[in-house]
């Protein structure tokens, strides 16, 4: 069967996220970094940002909802039974501190087979209120037996 | 940053992700899929068990590279990682790191997380700036 392509191209509506100083604190415990430039405003500020700054990690927290309604369109059609997360970049831009307004759009940039799996690759843009490139994340999903 | 040169190791990070840690990586990222949190439901579809976030690993490796700039997290500037294995709880993932190329104030480091043998991301590179 061949895979379904249509979808290559299309783009998603955009979604906001507002990074609060708590939510970037939880993720940081979560992951073992005890930087104060995580938890205190002082610190951070000391440290040359604007706000107690997220872990470059937290990204995933406000751009992954962007790519929510990707992965459920039909037209991207991926079967999620024998689907894996397959491989994940990012490249960070001006980083994200608290208070900040970080909208998020999504893409499809490819579908293909290989071997037998089909490859399903999105691109997340995320940028704040001032215009600035926050994170470009490119997502690999690999779905077995398409 | 201290002076990095190409095949220096970066420091080992370990650790070990006790039962509950999938429960609380879940909260803080907003990914509850039921594999990561439900023993019934991770076998139902064919695991051995409830197996880690990739992403949260990702995270693990992302500190590992920062850590190389004194931990400050504006110093990683891109991370691209392959995932392979399934990473399991409470076992510990030990994340190991090369320098790959130095270029001006930018270092390329290929790191590897790994429980045991079960190399759960490879191919990840990191690039760092001091």
Redesign the interface.
């Known amino acids: 069967m061949a895979i379904k392509t249509e979808a290559i191209g299309k783009e998603w509506p955009a979604t906001t996220y507002e990074v609060g100083k708590e939510k970037i604190g939880e993720y940081a415990r979560v992951v073992g970094l005890d930087s104060p430039v995580h938890f205190d405003r002082e610190a951070a500020k000391a440290a040359g940002y604007r706000d107690v700054v997220a872990p470059p990690m937290f990204c995933v927290v406000y751009s992954a909802p962007a790519l929510g309604p990707a992965m459920f369109d039909d037209e991207v059609g991926m079967n999620f039974a024998a689907m894996v997360h397959g491989g994940q970049e990012f490249e960070w831009g001006e980083p994200a501190c608290t208070g900040d307004e970080i909208t998020t759009t999504s893409k499809c940039l490819e579908i293909f087979e290989k071997d037998g799996k089909g490859f399903y690759v999105f691109e997340t843009r995320s940028v704040n209120q001032n215009g600035d490139e926050v994170v470009k994340g490119t997502w690999t999903n690999i779905v077995r037996g398409v | 940053m201290a002076e990095l040169n190409v095949g220096d190791q970066i420091a080992e990070l370990r650790?070990t992700p006790d039962k509950y840690?999938p429960h609380?990586?879940a909260?803080?990222?907003?990914?509850f899929n039921p594999i990561h949190i439900d023993p019934e439901f991770a076998k139902a579809?064919g695991l051995p068990n409830t197996i880690l976030h990739?992403?949260?690993m990702?995270?693990?490796v992302?500190?590992a590279s920062?850590e190389v700039a004194g931990?400050?997290?504006?110093a990683?500037?891109?991370?691209?990682?392959?995932?392979r294995g399934m990473g399991a709880p409470e076992t510990e993932i030990v994340v190991t790191g090369t320098v790959k190329s130095v270029e001006g104030d930018r270092a390329v480091i290929d790191t590897v997380a790994a429980q045991g043998d079960n190399q759960t991301i490879r191919n990840a590179e990191a690039e760092v700036q001091a």
Do not use: C, E, H, W
Not at chain 2, 71 to 74: R, S
């Open positions: 650790m840690l609380r990586y909260g803080a990222s907003g990914d579809v990739g992403l949260f990702m995270g693990l992302a500190r920062t931990g400050d997290p504006g990683l500037k891109r991370l691209s990682v392959q995932f």
